[in-house]
């Protein structure tokens, strides 16, 4: 699968972070089973984009993770 820059795909889906809306203190949600890729893939852009995020796994009716822009 070929991803557009800045897109995840931890269940071989792709899924849109809104990375140039994403505010700090702000968060998304991902829902995803594979929350250990989820998570590398959101540290990688993150890093490449000079943005700090934090990520915890999450049930929120959906399994997968929440992450955080702090900085």
Known sequence: ???K???ID???VAIDIPWDEWE???SVF???IDTDKAMKQLKAIA???DMKIEC???IEKYFGIR???VA
């Open 10 to 12: 931890p269940d071989g």
């Open 24 to 26: 700090v203190d702000s």
């Open 47 to 49: 890093r490449q984009r």
């Open 67 to 69: 992450a955080w822009r």
């Open 56 to 58: 915890r796994i999450r």
């Open 30 to 32: 991902v829902p995803c």
């Open 5 to 7: 820059i800045g897109q």
């Open 1 to 3: 699968m070929i991803l």
